[in-house]
């Protein structure tokens, strides 16, 4: 992984999120290596309503990666009909069912169903996606736990291009709650100063100018170009676009544009994606770990 970031003048420095997701991916297959010799492998269940395009893709490397790291993974699709009711009660269902370590609510869900209600129905303590509001809290107090994935590996790509974020001029594009409101609130929680852009964002290109982190998460290929970037920065592309159907997928940021200008970038595919997956195992192995404890402690009382 390179460590520096070049003078401005040449190509940026490629940040390479394969061989960050590997180190994470070698420290969770032994992790959860001890746990099965305790008869406690971490076990994960993905719940996902109907069916879409980008959560097929990222469903598919869920099951690859936790096969390779040896935990169990199953997958539920539920009829594209069910009410929010009926997703909360199964989310409730698979919580309480002690065999089962994680839960993973595949997004998007269809816009009739208020997914809050399904974070609220997960036990926090399973929540390894760290979506339910507990888990979230812990995020805006700063005290670990069970966090946001994508969120987390923004703040380790960053910290693989080795930049120091005390005072540093972070810009965030795209605020959702489940990528860029919390990648916010990780990178301030390290003394950054943020900013945060998003549709209603007057003058963007004033905004991202700024940065000397720059990251996107907003789902329109291409948003970003030279004008929005200013020469050095780092810039994390977190966006996943599939044009016409494509197998793969594109950025928000024109690369072949950007890379000349940038200090340091993210690919898409190969950058922030694959970190992604390997936070959520690590989530999923420090809930297992969390949870064998506490069965052990009370077995012990
Ligand atoms: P989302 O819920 O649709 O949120 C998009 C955000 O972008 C919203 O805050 C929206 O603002 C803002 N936005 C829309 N148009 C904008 C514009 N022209 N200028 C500035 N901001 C604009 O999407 P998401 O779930 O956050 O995901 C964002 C992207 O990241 C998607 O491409 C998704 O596939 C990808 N993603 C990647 C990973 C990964 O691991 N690489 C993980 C999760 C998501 P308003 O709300 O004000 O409209």
Do not use: W
Not at 42 to 66: H, K
Not at 96 to 119: F, K, M, S
Not at 177 to 183: D, Y
Not at 277 to 295: H, P
């Amino acid at each position: 992984m390179p460590a520096t970031r070049p003078i401005f003048g040449g190509m940026a420095t490629i940040l390479d999120g394969r061989a960050v997701a590997q180190a994470i991916r070698d420290e969770v297959r032994e992790r959860v290596e001890l746990l099965a010799q305790r008869d406690r492998r971490p076990n994960l269940v993905s719940i996902q309503v109907g069916e879409s395009e980008p959560s097929r893709a990222y469903i598919q490397s869920q099951r690859r990666a936790c096969a390779e790291v040896g935990i169990l993974y199953s997958h539920v699709q539920l009829d594209p009909g069910v009410s929010t009711r009926q997703l909360a009660a199964h989310v409730r269902g698979v919580c309480a069912n002690p065999e089962v370590t994680g839960l993973i609510v595949q997004l998007p869900v269809p816009e009739r169903i208020d997914v809050h209600e399904a974070y609220l129905a997960m036990d926090p303590a399973k929540d390894v996606e760290g979506m339910h509001p507990h888990n979230l809290g812990s995020v805006m107090l700063g005290t670990g736990g069970l966090q946001p994935c994508t969120a987390l590996a923004v703040r380790a790509l960053v910290h693989a291009a080795d930049v120091s974020l005390r005072g540093a001029e972070v810009v965030v594009v795209g605020h959702s709650e489940v990528v860029g409101k919390p990648i916010a609130v990780l990178l301030l929680n390290e003394d950054a100063t943020v900013t945060v852009c998003h549709a209603a964002t007057r003058d963007l290109a004033a905004h991202t100018r700024r940065a000397d982190v720059l990251v996107v998460a907003v789902g329109r290929a291409g948003l970003i170009g030279t004008e929005h970037v200013r020469p050095g920065a780092v810039v994390l592309d977190v966006g996943m676009n599939y044009l016409d159907g494509a197998a793969r997928p594109v950025g928000d940021v024109r690369f072949g544009e950007v890379e000349p200008v940038a200090g340091a970038l993210t690919p898409v595919p190969g950058g922030v994606g694959p970190v992604t997956v390997a936070m959520l195992l690590r989530n999923t192995v420090a809930a297992a770990e969390a949870q064998a404890g506490g069965r052990e402690a009370a077995r012990a009382r």
